[in-house]
């Protein structure tokens, strides 16, 4: 069963304890909204670079350079 580890400051005392059942279901919960956001966060980026390849090219159909599209 997973476990937590509790400091007494004043003491220095630390203590390992078994979570309960609502810590365990929180940190569940905590680690799937956390993968929710990475994956939108990760599909963000690609859309960013897909759009600016997209970019890219429709400059280069237009006859600029990779001096002229870096320098924009």
């Known amino acids: 069963m997973p476990t937590k580890i509790i400091v007494d400051c004043s003491t220095g005392v630390t203590t390992e304890v078994e979570l309960t059942a609502e810590e365990i279901a929180q940190r569940e919960a905590d680690a799937a909204a956390f993968a929710e956001i990475k994956a ?33």
């Open 40 to 72: 939108a966060e990760e599909a963000a980026a690609q859309a960013k670079a897909a759009a600016k390849a997209s970019a890219e090219a429709k400059l280069v159909a237009l006859g600029l350079t990779a001096d002229e599209i870096a320098a924009l």
